[in-house]
C-alpha cells in the first residue's frame, strides 16, 4: 500500500455521493434529494471540496439517505479516522472484507472476504450479460475503471474492510488479471474498528 495524499472528510462524502449517484439504487434517489434541497447534480457529478456551502450540501444528502454521519454505513465509525488516497496491489485488494452485514457475510460464504464471493461468483463470462459483476469486468478487461472503492483500515492493512463500493470491489477481483498495478482508493486509517 502507498498513501498518495491527505484526504479530508469531505473528500470521503464527495467520493461516496459520486460513486452512489450513478448506481441504479441509490441515483434516483440521490437525484430526487438534490431536486428536494434545489441543488444542481454537478454538485454531485463534478464536487469541488474547497467550497465549503457545496460540502454542506453533499453531506446532508448524504445524511438523507444513508444517515451519516452515525447511521447505516457508518455507524459505529471511529472519531479518529484520517483519510488518504491510496494505491493498493492486486494482492492487498484481495484481503479487503466486507463490512459486517449478513447479507455480505452470506455473499461471501460467511468469510466476508470479498475474493471469497468473487470465486464463490464463477467466471466473469458466467455472469448474465448486464449484470453489475460482468460489466465491471468488461469494463476492466477494456481499461476502464470503477469510481474509487472507499476503504477502512487499522495500521499496516490490518482489518481492512470496504465502506463503500463493495459490488465494484467484488466485479474487479472476478478477473485480477486485468487489474493495474496498484489500484487508486480512498483509505480511512483508525487505530481500531470494529466494523
Given at each position: 500500500m502507498r498513501l498518495l495524499q491527505s484526504a479530508s472528510e469531505d473528500d470521503m462524502v464527495a467520493v461516496f455521493l459520486g460513486a452512489e449517484a450513478s448506481s441504479e439504487r441509490y441515483g434516483p434517489l440521490i437525484r430526487e434529494i438534490l431536486a428536494r434541497l434545489r441543488q444542481p447534480s454537478s454538485i454531485v457529478e463534478r464536487p469541488d471540496t474547497r467550497d465549503d456551502a457545496a460540502n454542506a450540501v453533499r453531506r446532508r444528502v448524504l445524511a438523507a439517505y444513508r444517515r451519516y454521519p452515525t447511521g447505516d454505513v457508518?455507524?459505529?465509525?471511529?472519531?479518529?479516522?484520517?483519510?488518504?488516497h491510496a494505491a493498493l496491489t492486486p494482492a492487498e485488494l484481495a484481503t479487503v472484507r466486507y463490512i459486517d452485514y449478513p447479507y455480505w457475510t452470506e455473499f461471501s460464504g460467511g468469510t466476508r472476504l470479498a475474493a471469497d464471493a468473487a470465486r464463490r461468483l464463477g467466471p466473469w463470462q458466467e455472469q448474465p450479460p448486464g449484470t453489475i459483476y460482468r460489466q465491471i469486468?468488461?469494463?476492466l478487461r477494456n481499461g476502464r475503471l470503477p469510481p474509487p472503492i472507499i476503504l477502512l483500515s487499522e495500521p499496516g492493512l490490518a482489518n481492512l474492510i470496504v465502506i463503500e463500493g463493495h459490488k465494484r470491489l467484488t466485479g474487479l477481483l472476478l478477473c485480477p488479471q486485468w487489474l493495474p498495478p496498484e489500484l487508486n482508493v480512498l483509505l480511512g486509517l483508525t487505530a481500531s474498528h470494529h466494523k
Open positions: 457508518f455507524t459505529g465509525m471511529p472519531a479518529d479516522v484520517t483519510w488518504h469486468a468488461e469494463n
